[in-house]
């Protein structure tokens, strides 16, 4: 219907158009009939009145011709050559009282002796004006188009009689009529253009805007890359089976569905083989379930069939297996064969919830459990995993709610110079309680606040509240915040983390921002424009968690970091393997100090760990042998503290390090 009514709309404009460009060329016709005749009626007028000045000033008896007398033999033969120049094919001579005296029909001239009346020549002498009218003649008694011009001839200031000639204007009428035709033709060539290309701009444009708003209607429900049905199509499509449900009387699954490790792909083969395997999984879920089930792809690596008609759990099962199976099969990329092995969580409706939401919250828990058991596996979602749902739907919203009202808590962990134990600065890290007054673990809170796509929001809210605390420290003292990927993906960090620092009123030196090398793994050209942006602020760069990624060492020449963080996973292999775990921490601090970083060394918590790092002679230490995360109104108490320290003598200093842990 709506295509009819735009095809119907387009007949009408077409339509309106052609009557347009009709009137238009009717129009440009009238408009060339009345130019040309009012070019002719000025040439006619100007030949006629020249022509009349030229009989005034070369009959001296034109006078006494008016009266009915003879003319003289000059004056006739001034008449006779008359006849042979210009286009003035016939003339008369007719005194005041319209009586015609003398007339030439351009082959002789005759004398009527005032036997012929002329009205209009009576009225010309009253009136003392030309009259000039333009007429069609018929060849050859007439020109095709000629003039008939009445003129006084004025001699010392009053007119003395009446001249009428005849003009023959056929050949400027020819000329008028050729110029302004070609000029009418392209004129109506550019009316025609100047509608008929709007109109097919116009019907370009609309069947444009059609495919256009077909793609819209399109993407709004189906996933770019694969051309699955996305969360919203799959949401409608399930509370359409639920409506239907009580009338089937069977069940409906739900099959949620992840490919393991498929960062690992994307990170080891690059993105172009991730969507490769995307798009291949897609093809084998279509290929294996029916046309009454609905594929869908969640984002990422998560794909969501809806499978209809089912008997059983049993069913289910098998359906899922076979989904399992299908995507396990190797895939050819190039020359690389990628082989991903698949989780599945499913649960069936009306047994294990009632509504859309509940029941992919269900399958979710059903693949966070086929996860747990080691990947490439089938689990069914069972009553027990209710109480895990809940605890889930509690944080969800726990974490909304400290988004929305700042509920969110700082904690500062201080770090130490190690060479005179020196208290430099502090690492925030975020905190949340839950309704009983408990920390809740970050690992806990953090990936489920991923999930819901809020690390953005909190990690503003991080930069903001870590920068307002730090501007009430001594100057010498920095803050180190860690920056997540989402952050960046974002977009618009520097210009964030730039409204943080004037608000707050902090050095742009003494913040630091702390990054992991998953950020910069997808080479994007955006992230390392940001991160100069945020460099040339003045606030400092620092790769965190170093040495556990695939590829840290390349980053350090491709981006300047003023700092690099060692993962605490070091310092517990120094105490487990001893000699491999000292030889990297020892070259890591050799390299920061040949690049001219400086070195971090996280997780230190005993004192032989401390011992090492003084041997090799460490830059900056940070743990629990230096001091545990404190809350903000604690910070008070170490910054003193360090202070008390650095005002002992070397005597007391020397011995402080045993004492250090009791301090803080």
């Not at 291949?280 to 029916?290: I, M, N, P, Q, S």
């Not at 209809?308 to 989904?323: C, H, M, N, Q, T």
């Not at 743990?623 to 503290?641: Q, T, Y």
Request: aromatic share 8%.
């Amino acid at each position: 219907m709506t295509i009819l009514r735009k095809l119907s709309g387009f007949r009408t404009f077409a339509l309106l158009s052609s009557v347009v460009l009709l009137a238009g060329i009717v129009g440009i016709g009238v408009t060339l009939k009345t130019t040309v005749d009012y070019l002719l009626y000025w040439d006619a007028t100007a030949s006629a009145e020249s022509w009349a000045r030229y009989v005034a000033e070369n009959v001296a008896d034109i006078e006494d011709i008016a009266d009915g007398e003879q003319p003289s033999a000059e004056s006739m033969k001034f008449f006779i050559r008359t006849q042979q120049i210009r286009n003035v094919f016939g003339f008369e001579i007719i005194n005041l009282y319209g009586n015609v005296q003398l007339a030439s029909d351009g082959s002789k001239i005759s004398s009527i002796g005032g036997a012929i009346h002329d009205e209009t020549a009576a009225r010309v002498a009253k009136l003392d004006r030309p009259i000039i009218a333009v007429k069609e003649g018929i060849p050859p008694l007439r020109p095709r188009n000629y003039s008939e011009a009445y003129l006084p001839v004025v001699i010392d200031g009053r007119p003395r009689a009446v001249v009428v000639a005849y003009v023959d204007l056929t050949d400027q009428h020819d000329h008028f009529r050729s110029a302004f035709l070609i000029a009418a033709v392209a004129l109506c060539l550019l009316s025609g253009a100047g509608v008929s290309i709007p109109t097919i701009a116009w019907h370009r444009r609309t069947k444009e805007k059609q495919r256009a708003d077909q793609r819209i209607q399109f993407l709004a429900r189906h996933d770019a890359l694969t051309g699955l049905a996305n969360r919203n199509l799959l949401i409608e499509n399930m509370d359409m089976a639920f409506a239907t449900l009580p009338l089937r009387g069977n069940s409906i699954a739900i099959h949620f569905i992840d490919l393991d490790h498929f960062k690992g792909i994307n990170d080891s083969l690059g993105h172009d083989a991730g969507d490769f395997l995307l798009k291949t999984a897609a093809e084998r879920l279509c290929a294996v379930t029916r046309l009454s089930d609905e594929v869908a792809r969640f984002g990422g690596d998560e794909f969501v069939v809806l499978q209809s008609d089912v008997i059983d759990k049993e069913e289910a099962e098998k359906f899922a297996l076979r989904l399992v199976a299908a995507l396990a099969k190797p895939v050819q990329f190039n020359e690389h064969e990628i082989n991903a092995s698949v989780s599945l969580g499913f649960a069936l409706a009306p047994a294990d919830g009632s509504n859309s939401e509940r029941l992919l919250k269900c399958a979710d828990l059903a693949l966070y459990q086929a996860k747990a058991d080691g990947r490439n596996c089938v689990r069914g979602f069972l009553p027990e995993m209710d109480a895990t749902l809940r605890a889930r739907i509690e944080l969800e919203k726990t974490i909304r709610n400290a988004v929305n009202h700042d509920n969110f808590e700082l904690y500062y962990q201080p770090i130490f110079e190690i060479v005179d134990r020196r208290l430099i600065g502090f690492e925030a890290l975020i905190r949340l309680r839950a309704e009983d007054g408990s920390l809740l673990p970050p690992l806990l809170f953090m990936p489920v606040a991923e999930e819901l796509h809020l690390i953005d929001k909190i990690g503003a809210w991080v930069l903001r509240e870590a920068c307002r605390t730090a501007a009430t420290w001594p100057k010498h003292l920095t803050v180190a915040v860690n920056v997540s990927v989402a952050q960046f993906e974002a977009g618009g960090i520097s210009k964030i983390v730039a409204a943080a620092l004037e608000e707050t009123g902090l050095e742009p030196n003494r913040l630091e921002l702390e990054i992991t090398e998953s950020l910069l793994l997808g080479d994007n050209e955006s992230v390392m424009t940001e991160l100069y942006t945020l460099k040339a602020t003045g606030v400092r760069i620092v790769m965190d968690d170093f040495g556990t990624g695939y590829s840290s060492l390349s980053y350090l020449w491709r981006f300047p970091f003023d700092k690099i963080k060692i993962d605490q996973s070091f310092m517990l292999g120094l105490d487990r393997s001893g000699r491999d775990a000292e030889t990297i921490v020892k070259t890591i601090i050799a390299l920061g100090r040949e690049l001219h970083m400086r070195v971090t060394v996280e997780g230190v918590e005993t004192a032989k760990q401390v011992s090492f790092l003084d041997e090799v002679k460490g830059d900056q230490a940070q743990g629990f042998f230096f001091g545990r995360p404190v809350a903000s109104f604690d910070v008070a108490a170490v910054i003193l503290s360090d202070f008390q320290r650095s005002r002992m003598e070397p005597t007391q200093l020397a011995g402080s390090d045993a004492k250090l842990r009791l301090i803080k």
